[in-house]
């Protein structure tokens, strides 16, 4: 994994949605060392009380705001939080998310509703309102998945909200250019949390196999390129998703790429 840019966001104010843990803790924890002041977000408290403090005993600059980004309300009370404390907002990660185990058939309205509403309809609340608040320059990054372009069953409704992103981030981009960029990022298989829970270390060994880079992605590999599409690196970037999955989905025939790997 590459190493942190040091100073590359000082005096940049970032929040990142649903980053008690996982890939969102990555992405702050990323941003905070590369100089950013930090806004943490959960629904709850303990566990993003927990991050925003570990990220300050790594000598970072973070903040908890809890925000239920399923809630209109509760979403513009996330922006007025991090402007009353910090001024203003420069850049914005969407990556809060709620997780579905149903198909198409099994699901119900409520699983429907609740789901678009944190998966979609807060990607675009939370845009709409920190964009309100970004001076030139500011930029958005919307964490969608590998679930957008080649899915499996019994992941609905999430594979739809998280395809939704992308038509979001292109309109998004168009309204907000000049002054604000947007663009996305569809993680692969990463190991976060609940994936270590539920693989054995032979399932993993599977996996990585399965990957032309050898190996399944970390939150570091998603955190890099959250940092690198809201830098002056990309200012000619936006309106795009990028997609970071170690090149699984270049993969048609599992049993063909175990031949070809290296031993």
Request: with cysteine.
């Amino acid at each position: 994994m590459a190493e942190a840019v040091r100073g590359r966001f000082d005096d940049t104010i970032v929040i990142v949605s649903g980053s008690s843990r996982g890939i969102g803790f990555g992405i702050a924890t990323r941003f905070a060392e590369e100089g950013a002041s930090v806004v943490v977000n959960d629904e709850g408290t303990g566990e993003g009380e927990d991050a925003a403090a570990s990220i300050r005993d790594a000598g970072g600059e973070a903040t908890f705001v809890r925000a239920d980004i399923g809630d209109p309300d509760e979403v513009e009370r996330l922006v007025e939080a991090t402007v009353d404390e910090y001024g203003r907002v420069d850049v914005l990660i969407n990556n809060a998310g709620v997780w579905t185990e149903t198909t198409s058939l099994e699901a119900t309205v409520a699983d429907w509703d609740r789901v678009l509403d944190v998966d979609l309809r807060g990607y675009w609340l939370c845009s709409k309102h920190a964009a309100e608040q970004m001076p030139e320059g500011g930029s958005i990054v919307n964490v969608a998945s590998i679930h957008s372009i080649v899915t499996q069953v019994g992941l609905f409704p999430y594979n739809v909200a998280k395809t939704g992103i992308h038509g979001l981030t292109r309109a998004m981009a168009l309204e907000l250019g000049p002054d604000v960029r947007v663009n996305g990022i569809n993680p692969g298989w990463i190991g976060v949390e609940r994936v270590r829970d539920e693989i054995t270390p032979e399932y993993e060994a599977e996996l990585d196999s399965l990957h032309p880079v050898g190996r399944i992605g970390t939150t570091g590999d998603i955190a890099g390129t959250a940092a690198f599409l809201a830098s002056e690196d990309a200012a000619f970037v936006t309106g795009e998703t990028v997609t970071v999955d170690g090149g699984r989905k270049c993969v048609l025939q599992d049993d063909v790429i175990r031949d070809y790997a290296p031993e």
